[in-house]
């Protein structure tokens, strides 16, 4: 009776020591079925292998014979290159590369919404689909191309859900970003900012079997839960190809901090967890918006829209009512204002700065908004900037003339700013709002209740003028009437003496 070849077992199978267990196990049960459990130990090992234990041809996850591969370890080999020096195509190198560690059964939800085993080689991370070996197109990434990562908690739900959320390079503020113009009308040759990648995780720990690849052993001793699992992966990666964005960051993942930011709103599933979060509008869209230590995100609907503090020129707040009021958010696309910065962009005089507009935002949040997040983070706010208090004033100033002086009002300081709109760092939205209530109380002014026939108005200061004067003018006819009836009576009286 032939024994089971335990040595090839385990180096076919290393990945999974729980399945060795299971062979062994059934094969003490079965012994007439050892040929077969060898017969698939070595066809899976030559197929992971090599016929001589070298790589095969055709790149598939190669499993280290000495048991003690580690994720950060295997680093140190750059992305394959053409022989233009160009990058060749993603898709291709990163399946070419071998897959140190992969978590199956992932919710992805962008770029698409899906489960997928996520897998980490030493230059690229990527999605596919359960029992396939080749990447999804359009979820595949470098590891040395991500600029901005985040680790930020579902909102509203039940369970405790955590969202990773990871920024390619130029893809934080893409959406607001106009497409690059090609010279004599052709197509542009710069392509589009890849997508975000987010993905959902549970707050426990993965179940036996979801992590495979060379690295599962020591994934195991930070496998507690998917949360240290991806910590340590991610941050393990990012270190480990030098990324140039992320080298400076004290946290290369960044998560929501309660001290930094926090709702004075309940969140109705978790009451006693404090919320990190906003609800709030971006268009018609429902979104939530999160006030982190390097800036606002806004998610979790495309597009996502990370505004970095170091983008941030200024913040307004509009619509203010009495329960909910909108936050104006005004970012240097160039990069070169900073916050509180002229936005001047590349110094040729063009406004290169574009404002956001979040929208029904509860007015409970507006303290720990404008307190706690933007005067500790040294953000302008041009709420009431002093162009802005200059204006009213102006516009309240007019108005009080024309009431107090009539048509001769009109010519004065109101009729002189009556011209183009000046660059008073008004939306939109708030000028519209503005000139409606101008017109409303121009209309308010102009009207004369006198003017109705029965009404009893007094009419305004001008009208009482008028009627002052026509007042004067009847008094002066009653007395020329009176001197003319004195007169005929006189000349009756003498012709009745004469008769």
Not at 86 to 110: H, M, P, Y
Not at 227 to 236: D, N, S
Request: with cysteine; charged share 25%; hydrophobic share 35%.
């Amino acid at each position: 009776m032939a024994s089971l070849d335990l040595e090839r077992l385990s180096l076919a199978f290393q990945s999974r020591p729980d399945l060795v267990e299971q062979i062994r196990a059934a094969a003490a049960e079965s012994p007439a079925r050892t040929p077969l459990f060898n017969s698939i130990a070595s066809y899976v090992y030559e197929q992971v292998h090599g016929a001589d234990g070298s790589e095969p041809a055709h790149k598939r996850r190669k499993v280290d014979a000495n048991g003690h591969s580690a994720l950060p370890a295997r680093q140190g080999t750059a992305p394959a290159k053409s022989q233009n020096g160009g990058e060749v195509d993603i898709l291709s190198a990163a399946a070419a590369e071998t897959v140190l560690l992969e978590v199956k059964d992932i919710s992805v939800s962008i770029p698409q919404r899906k489960k997928y085993d996520l897998c980490f080689t030493p230059n690229y991370l990527y999605a596919r689909a359960s029992n396939t070996t080749t990447p999804v197109p359009g979820i595949v990434y470098a590891w040395k191309d991500f600029e901005h990562v985040f680790y930020l908690p579902v909102p509203e739900k039940a369970q405790v859900q955590y969202n990773y959320i990871l920024f390619p390079r130029h893809s934080a503020l893409a959406s607001l970003a106009k497409p690059p113009a090609a010279a004599n009308g052709a197509a542009p040759t710069t392509p589009p900012a890849a997508e975000p990648l987010v993905f959902t995780v549970p707050a426990t720990a993965p179940k036996p079997g979801q992590v495979g690849g060379p690295s599962a052993g020591l994934a195991a001793a930070v496998s507690d839960s998917y949360t240290t699992l991806f910590h340590w992966a991610i941050e393990g990666q990012l270190r480990a190809v030098d990324n140039v964005y992320l080298a400076n960051q004290r946290s290369i993942i960044v998560a929501a901090d309660p001290k930094v930011f926090h709702s004075a709103a309940r969140q109705p599933f978790r009451p006693t967890e404090k919320a990190v979060h906003v609800r709030a509008f971006r268009g018609s869209k429902d979104g939530y918006l999160f006030f982190l230590p390097t800036g606002i995100l806004w998610g979790f609907k495309k597009p996502l829209l990370f505004l970095p503090l170091d983008r941030i020129v200024a913040v307004s707040y509009t619509n203010v009512l009495q329960r909910t009021f909108n936050i104006v958010v005004e970012v240097d696309l160039q990069g070169s204002g900073g916050a509180g910065g002229s936005g001047d962009g590349d110094g040729n005089g063009e406004n290169e700065n574009e404002e956001i507009e979040f929208g029904m935002l509860d007015q409970e949040d507006y303290g720990g908004i404008s307190e706690t997040y933007v005067q500790r983070h040294n953000l302008q706010d041009r709420s009431m900037a002093e162009r802005r208090k200059a204006k009213r004033e102006l516009a309240e100033n007019a108005r009080g003339e024309k009431a107090n002086g009539g048509e001769g009002g009109e010519g004065g300081e109101g009729g002189a700013n009556g011209g183009a709109v000046p660059d008073d760092g008004l939306t939109e939205l708030q000028r519209a709002e503005q000139q409606l209530q101008d017109e409303e109380d121009e209309d308010e002014e102009d009207y004369d209740p006198g003017s109705d026939g029965d009404s009893d108005g007094s009419g305004s200061i001008d009208d009482e003028g008028s009627e002052d004067g026509d007042e004067g003018e009847g008094e002066e006819g009653d007395d020329d009437d009176d001197e003319e009836g004195e007169e005929g009576e006189g000349e009756e009286a003498e012709e009745g003496d004469e008769e």
